[in-house]
């Protein structure tokens, strides 16, 4: 067995149950495991691996909840620049028409990559657009070659324009094949297990791109094999009109009515949620996404996410997809996701702790694990660490976690997922980045060339 031991941090940030914070803190791990939490004199001295965190943060990992990982390629696209989301997808459907197997598995790597520079070592993803030899199976490749935790949701799109949905009818596929495929990769790659670094998730797109009876059936097929669901929903005002004219309901009521609320879902967005809405998902333990920069891009709203935690509704924190964001910055995120509460509801709505917590406890209870997002002994060996010695950290050290997210989000110096060094003084080791970058550059131009 393979230890490492992570000594000399100026904090250790646990969000163990005290939500204690260690001066000169320590970790030490088995394996995939963390097996000892302290100050570094109390911890073992030596270990097969031991890497001097002095003058870092240390860190859980921090938890993607809601990511469409293909949207790297289509960043900063002229016609969808500006915009609400209906009008933004109309723009953009045409162009997604055009991906390909290899450009879905470039873009994970590149979108994957910014996630683990950015301190988030396990992230959800929602593809629901599979046109040419596109697979659910070439984002999982990519998450296995990189080596981030992944939950692969199967999303899907069955409801075209000739039916009155928003997608055009080429983008769409026949429902009782979007059952047999999701069937085939829970089956093929689902890992129920305790530090499963890989997970399928049943993820219809939205209310407005499936039909009701798929909405009911996934549910079904989610639950039969204990498999957790995740789509889109009131994510802005024309959401929700849509909802009440074509079901006579609110997206929660709508949600509630197809078998959509439990603690094995999870919904993006939810910036429209009306208060019955939020006690419906706090009674059910009903997980919500919050993307903070699409819903500013997008101008959605402002999601009242100060109310769902004092409602008791388990929030987590998502980067989106990177044609809405158009970054994949995750310690940005949590930056924006604080700034924007202050906004919307008061200098006092939401804390830099309380945002580190949704972007860690919040994201794992979300994801329905108990194995990540605090530094405590038996849980996942998922750790970051931010070195404090940059310009953006200047004149911060007085509270060096606050710091994290008060000033410029900062890249991680070191990343460590399931036990395995991936980031090491701040380059990351599992792939060739740059040539990653420049192929995603080329397979970006070639995709908007053939619009």
Not at 202 to 229: H, I, N, T
Not at 411 to 417: E, G, H, Q
Request: aromatic residues 6%; hydrophobic residues 40%; proline residues 4%.
């Amino acid at each position: 067995m393979k230890t490492l031991l992570i000594k000399n941090a100026r904090v250790l940030v646990t969000m163990d149950d005290a939500r204690r914070e260690i001066a000169n803190g320590a970790v030490f791990i088995r394996d995939n495991v963390i097996e000892q939490v302290g100050a570094s004199v109390d911890l073992p001295q030596t270990a097969d691996e031991v890497i001097d965190a002095a003058g870092h943060v240390v860190m859980p990992g921090l938890v993607n909840t809601h990511h469409h990982m293909y949207q790297s390629l289509t960043r900063a696209i002229p016609a969808a620049q500006n915009g609400e989301l209906f009008n933004w997808l109309t723009n953009l459907y045409s162009l997604w028409a055009g991906l390909t197997a290899e450009m879905v598995h470039v873009s994970t790597l590149t979108a994957m990559a910014e996630l683990i520079l950015s301190g988030c070592t396990t992230s959800s993803d929602h593809l629901y657009i599979y046109p040419n030899d596109c697979q659910l199976d070439d984002s999982i490749e990519a998450a296995q070659k990189i080596g981030m935790r992944f939950h692969a949701s199967r999303g899907s799109m069955s409801v075209g324009q000739s039916k009155g949905g928003l997608p055009p009818d080429r983008v769409v596929e026949e429902e009782g094949a979007i059952l047999k495929d999701t069937q085939r990769l829970i089956e093929t790659y689902n890992d129920a297990s305790r530090h499963a670094m890989q997970r399928i998730v049943v993820a219809p797109c939205s209310p407005f791109s499936v039909s009701q009876d798929l909405m009911k059936e996934s549910a079904k097929l989610a639950r039969s094999y204990g498999v957790s669901m995740h789509t889109h929903l009131a994510e802005n005002v024309n959401d929700i009109a849509y909802s009440r004219e074509k079901f006579n309901m609110t997206p929660a009521e709508y949600a509630e009515d197809c078998g959509w609320v439990g603690p094995d879902v999870w919904h993006a967005h939810c910036v429209q949620l009306d208060d019955d809405g939020i006690y419906m998902f706090a009674r059910t333990g009903t997980g919500i996404a919050h993307c903070p920069c699409s819903n500013m891009r997008l101008a959605s709203g402002i999601a009242p996410i100060r109310k769902m935690l004092d409602r008791g509704v388990s929030v987590g924190l998502g980067v989106d997809g990177s044609a809405s964001n158009d970054a994949g910055h995750m310690m940005g995120e949590v930056r924006q996701a604080m700034l924007l509460q202050r906004v919307g509801f008061g200098p006092d709505a939401m804390t830099a702790r309380q945002a580190l917590e949704v972007a860690t406890l919040g994201g794992a209870k979300v994801l329905n694990r108990d194995d990540i997002g605090a530094i405590k002994p038996g849980m996942s060996a998922d750790i970051v660490m931010f070195k404090l010695d940059g310009i953006g950290m200047a004149g911060a050290l007085h509270d060096p976690v606050a710091a994290l997210v008060f000033c410029t989000p900062p890249n991680v110096a070191y990343s460590i997922i399931n036990g395995k060094v991936v980031v090491r003084e701040g380059q990351l080791s599992t792939i060739d980045l740059p040539v990653i970058i420049e192929r995603h550059n080329a397979l970006s131009l070639q995709l908007a060339a053939g619009a």
